[in-house]
């Protein structure tokens, strides 16, 4: 249902981008979004954006990371800035529509190599 793509190994400092589409059978998107999951930690909101376009991003990534999404597409992008090494994680996009259901991408490695 969600294609993501876009991980990899970078150096510190370096940046990536994630991609996540939706199939075209799940309507009435509201909110997207990409957790991530490091190892042995809880997954965690890395950043949220609305149908409206507003977003909102975990302390953390502020001012690093950039969240968009073009609703004609169903897709969401995450652009990752001066990552750090503690960014390693297995990153997975999240779509909620407007009836509440919740989809999960299959998650993306993201490593950041100081």
């Known amino acids: 249902q969600l294609q993501a793509s876009g991980g990899g190994l970078v150096l510190s400092g370096g940046s990536l981008r994630l991609s996540c589409t939706a199939s075209?059978?799940?309507?009435?998107?509201?909110?997207m979004g990409w957790y991530r999951q490091a190892p042995g930690k809880q997954r965690e909101q890395v950043a949220i954006?609305?149908?409206?376009?507003?977003?909102s991003y975990a302390d953390s990534v502020k001012g690093r990371f950039t969240i968009s999404r073009d609703n004609a597409k169903n897709t969401v992008w995450l652009q990752m800035n001066s990552l750090k090494p503690e960014d390693t994680a297995v990153y997975y996009c999240?779509?909620?529509?407007?009836?509440?259901?919740?989809?999960w991408g299959q998650g993306t490695q993201v490593t950041v190599s100081s």
């Open positions: 999240n779509i909620v529509d407007y009836g509440a259901r919740t989809y």
């Open positions: 075209r059978n799940i309507f009435s998107i509201n909110v």
């Open positions: 954006i609305i149908s409206s376009g507003s977003a």
